[in-house]
Nanobody, 126 residues
Framework: QVQLVESGGDSVRAGESLTLSCVAS????????MAWYRQVAGKEREGVAA???????NYAESVKGRFIISRNNVKKTLFLVMNDLKVEDSALYSC????????????????????WGQGTQVTVYS
């Protein structure tokens, strides 16, 4: 079993930056593929960014060039650096993990993720 705990969510002005963290515990190590998803009430969950054990990444078009996903396998922590935030980035951000070694093309397919955190809220105001 894997537990995921996110932190770093906040309320910020458009154009500012935030860094989210997700600490994993339990039966997990650097072999896991991990991802950040976000969800707004009434809408489907959206895959924002994902990274596999080899460090390959996959980003949603809406965040390319602004968000950076990374991981520290020693500290079992996943990060999401969010730059130039926009009002439309406001959402509940959750991290997810799977023991599968996902290919770059499939990294953001939600059905493949087995473990989920509770989420951290990001609010961006104009």
């Amino acid at each position: 079993q894997v537990q995921l705990v996110e932190s770093g969510g906040d309320s910020v002005r458009a154009g500012e930056s935030l860094t989210l963290s997700c600490v994993a515990s339990g039966d997990t190590d650097g072999r896991y593929s991990m991802a950040w998803y976000r969800q707004v009430a009434g809408k489907e969950r959206e895959g924002v960014a994902a990274i596999n054990p080899d460090g390959n990444t996959n980003y949603a078009e809406s965040v390319k060039g602004r968000f950076i996903i990374s991981r520290n396998n020693v500290k079992k922590t996943l990060f999401l650096v969010m730059n130039d935030l926009k009002v439309e980035d406001s959402a509940l951000y959750s991290c997810a993990a799977t023991p599968l070694r996902l290919s770059t093309m499939t990294l953001r397919r939600i059905a493949q993720y087995k473990f989920w955190g509770q989420g951290t809220q990001v609010t961006v105001y104009s």
